[in-house]
């Protein structure tokens, strides 16, 4: 199901994923969207993102991938995982793009993976497109 909306600048479509209940925490969900390949996917603790399927680093299939809380560190010899930023893991090369903003977390060039809005309406999952 797909209907519109108007934003600043250009019309976004809004389509229905899936239920709330159909996608546990930690999991990804494949939509497409016309030509486009949609990954939505559920960060545990912090709802829902929605990012193009293709990886930046070299066009792995992100819904293949998995989530993890992203490592970090205050100095040298330490690293804990950050619970309130996570990172989804292409299954290629173990590349790491940031969930919320789809900026890879080690900068190879300029490239980054598209992010479209995402939003639970009625117990539904929707991605504005």
């Not at 300029?110 to 995402?118: C, E, G, K």
């Not at 539904?124 to 497109?129: D, M, S, T």
Request: net charge neutral; aromatic share 6%; with cysteine.
């Amino acid at each position: 199901m797909s209907t519109t909306e108007q934003t600043s600048t250009r019309r976004r479509q809004r389509h229905v994923v899936c239920g709330v209940d159909e996608l546990a925490p930690g999991s990804t969900r494949l939509h497409a969207v016309g030509h486009r390949q949609i990954v939505v996917g559920h960060v545990p603790g912090h709802g829902y993102v929605a990012l193009s399927n293709y990886c930046a680093h070299q066009g792995g299939p992100l819904s293949a991938g998995s989530f993890e809380a992203m490592w970090t560190a205050e100095k040298v010899g330490e690293r804990i995982q950050d619970p309130d930023r996570w990172v989804l893991i292409c299954p290629y090369h173990n590349f790491e793009i940031d969930a919320a903003t789809g900026c890879p977390v080690a900068r190879l060039g300029t490239a980054r993976t598209a992010t479209y809005r995402v939003a639970v309406e009625a117990d539904e999952i929707v991605v504005y497109v």
